[in-house]
C-alpha cells in the first residue's frame, strides 16, 4: 500500500457534462475526506465517510455533487452537469477514526471545465 | 464557525535566516491545530500538530490559546523547505475535518 490514490489525476471536460473522481484511502483507514481546491486557496472540505456512512456534507456541495463509499473501501464523487466554476483540484484524505489522527492526502484530481 | 487565517501569500527569506510563518484561529471551542506543507510536485503532508508537541525537520509550533495563534517557526532555514505551508484546524466533534488557512509560500534563497 503505497499511500491515499486518486484517478484520474487530470480531467477536462466540456461545461454540462457529468464527471466521475475515483479515491482508494489507506486500506486500514475508516475515515475518507473529499476537499476541493482552487487557485491561491487553501483546501475546503467538502464531505467525509466512515465506513460507508455519508456523515458530514458541506453547504458547498450542490445537488449536483455527490459521493458514495458503498463498501467502505473506495470512494467516488460525481459532478453532475459541469460548470466552469466548479474548475479545481479535488483531493481525498484518509483516517483511522480516533479523535486527531492524522489525514492522509492522495495526489488530488485536477478539473478544468471549459 | 472556525476559522484560520495566515496573512502572508508569500515569505522569501535568506538560508541560515529564521522563519516564522503566522497562523491565526478563531473557533469558541478548543480545536486542534496542524501545519500542512506541501513541497514541489507533491501531495500535501503532515509537518506537525500541536499536541504532539515535536519538533519536525527543525520546526516548532507553539499555541497561544490567548492570542489564538499557531505560528510555525525554525531557527535557520534550508533551500529545501521551499514549499507551500497551510495552517489547519480540526474539532472532535466534526469528524476531524480540517479547515485550511490560505497558505504560505515559503521561499529560501542561497
Known amino acids: 500500500d503505497t499511500g491515499v490514490s486518486q484517478d484520474p489525476r487530470h480531467k477536462i471536460t466540456k461545461r454540462g457534462q457529468n464527471v466521475t473522481f475515483r479515491c482508494d484511502p489507506i486500506?486500514?483507514?475508516?475515515?475518507l475526506y473529499w476537499y476541493r481546491q482552487t487557485l491561491g486557496q487553501g483546501p475546503e472540505f467538502l464531505t467525509y465517510?466512515?465506513?460507508?456512512?455519508?456523515?458530514?456534507k458541506s453547504r458547498l456541495l450542490s445537488d449536483r455533487f455527490s459521493a458514495e463509499r458503498p463498501k467502505g473501501s473506495f470512494s467516488t464523487l460525481e459532478i453532475q452537469r459541469t460548470e466552469q466554476g466548479d474548475s479545481a483540484m479535488y483531493l481525498c484524505a484518509s483516517s483511522s477514526s480516533g479523535s486527531g489522527e492524522t489525514q492522509y492526502f492522495g495526489p488530488g484530481t485536477r478539473l478544468l471545465v471549459l | 464557525a472556525q476559522r484560520v487565517t495566515q496573512p502572508e501569500k508569500l515569505l522569501s527569506v535568506f538560508k541560515g535566516a529564521p522563519v516564522e510563518l503566522k497562523c491565526n484561529y478563531s473557533y469558541s471551542g478548543s480545536p486542534e491545530l496542524f501545519w500542512y506543507v506541501q513541497y514541489s510536485r507533491q501531495r500535501l503532508q503532515l509537518l506537525l500538530r500541536h499536541i504532539s508537541r515535536e519538533s519536525i525537520k527543525g520546526f516548532t509550533a507553539d499555541l497561544n490559546k490567548g492570542e489564538t495563534s499557531f505560528h510555525l517557526k525554525k531557527p535557520f532555514a534550508q533551500e529545501e523547505d521551499s514549499a507551500m505551508y497551510y495552517c489547519?484546524?480540526?474539532?472532535?466533534?466534526?469528524?476531524?475535518?480540517?479547515?485550511f488557512g490560505t497558505g504560505t509560500r515559503l521561499a529560501v534563497r542561497p
Open positions: 486500506s486500514e483507514h475508516n475515515r
Open positions: 489547519a484546524l480540526s474539532r472532535k466533534s466534526s469528524g476531524d475535518k480540517l479547515t
Open positions: 465517510f466512515q465506513n460507508e456512512a455519508q456523515l458530514e
